[in-house]
């Protein structure tokens, strides 16, 4: 079963920075991608950042530039840091491991996530 603890949330101003962890209780270098979620109350989950198995990654538009994902394959860890925070960059922040399986069906692993508060 694989297991992944976020941690690193918390309350910050606006133009203030925070990074997120994600520790994977299995190889991270097993899954396909690992990523960032957010889901803001009232709101749909959606893709924040991914880093692929061999580094690409991909930001969606409102964070690029101000956020940047990686990955310590050692310490099977994948960190997100936020500068230049917003208020609208407000949630949770769920970390997902994503692998696809020979049938080429995709499974994904989450983890319970963390609150993240960008307010003065």
């Known amino acids: 079963q694989v297991q992944l603890v976020e941690s690193g949330g918390g309350l910050v101003q606006p133009g203030g920075s925070l990074r997120l962890s994600c520790a994977a209780s299995?190889?991270?270098?097993?899954?396909?991608?690992m990523g960032w979620y957010r889901q803001a109350p009232g709101k749909q989950r959606e893709l924040v950042a991914a880093i692929g198995r061999d580094g690409s990654t991909n930001y969606t538009d409102s964070v690029k530039g101000r956020f940047t994902i990686s990955r310590d394959n050692v310490k099977n860890t994948v960190f997100l840091d936020m500068n230049s925070l917003k208020p609208e960059d407000t949630a949770v922040y769920y970390c997902n491991a994503a692998r696809i399986d020979y049938t080429g069906s995709r499974h994904d692993y989450w983890g319970q996530g963390t609150q993240v508060t960008v307010s003065s």
């Open positions: 299995q190889r991270i270098a097993s899954f396909r991608t």
